[in-house]
T-cell receptor, first 115, second 112 residues
Framework: AQSVTQPDIHITVSEGASLELRCNYS??????LFWYVQSPGQGLQLLLK??????LVQGIKGFEAEFKRSQSSFNLRKPSVHWSDAAEYFC?????????????FGSGTRLQVQP | NAGVTQTPKFRVLKTGQSMTLLCAQD?????MYWYRQDPGMGLRLIHY???????AKGEVPDGYNVSRLKKQNFLLGLESAAPSQTSVYFC???????????FGDGTRLSIL
């Protein structure tokens, strides 16, 4: 069964510092991957997506993520964090070569930003 | 741009009561999904639909039923609510399984 692991439940960074949120997925030949962000009391908003091609993908709000097949990872990065980035972040994976027609979400990483 | 609209936004039920959550999307998406979100567990898929008139079970379908009579609507029903169903419920829709999902703002459901 497909699975997604976000090893960090909670991360605190200082405003202006760099950020990396980790995501590991169970092996699959042709995964497609997403990062979503959720602010308190809101639904999930898409940050970026990977289907194929360039392994470094750019998203909204200055975020990027790198797909590393050898490590089964899709880590989210931002060079300089802003206070408004405080939220919960979810990684999700699907596979094109299985019968499952839905994504599997990680358990989330809550980001706190210190002034 | 309404996107995905969920009603109601909040509801309190007593154990054993029934209710229906409504999800409506105006993007002509084929796929629709119902998730529940509980602290520390991320989003878990309850049921989903790949088109009008179709439904399929997700990871945690027990105690829930769904219907997709119209393409734009996806209903989630609780026939006999239990305290374990206290959660925040999210609806989402997408063009296909490999396309990004668009989420509603959620329904906070408490069962006493």
């Amino acid at each position: 069964a497909q699975s997604v692991t976000q090893p960090d439940i909670h991360i605190t960074v200082s405003e202006g510092a760099s950020l990396e949120l980790r995501c590991n997925y169970s092996y699959g030949a042709t995964p497609y991957l997403f990062w979503y962000v959720q602010s308190p009391g809101q639904g999930l908003q898409l940050l970026l997506k990977y289907f194929s091609g360039d392994t470094l993908v750019q998203g909204i709000k200055g975020f990027e993520a790198e797909f590393k097949r050898s490590q089964s990872s899709f880590n989210l990065r931002k060079p300089s964090v802003h206070w408004s980035d405080a939220a919960e972040y979810f990684c999700a994976v699907g596979y094109m070569d299985t019968g499952r027609r839905a994504l599997t979400f990680g358990s989330g990483t809550r980001l706190q930003v210190q002034p | 741009n309404a996107g995905v609209t969920q009603t109601p936004k909040f509801r309190v039920l007593k154990t054993g009561q029934s209710m229906t959550l409504l999800c409506a999307q105006d993007m002509n998406h084929e796929y629709m999904y119902w998730y529940r979100q509980d602290p520390g567990m991320g989003l878990r898929l309850i049921h989903y639909s790949v088109g009008e008139g179709t439904t399929a079970k997700g990871e945690v379908p027990d105690g829930y039923n769904v219907s997709r009579l119209k393409k734009q609507n996806f209903l989630l029903g609780l026939e006999s609510a239990a305290p374990s169903q206290t959660s925040v419920y999210f609806c989402a829709s997408s063009y296909s399984d490999s396309q990004p999902q668009h989420f509603g703002d959620g329904t906070r459901l408490s069962i006493l």
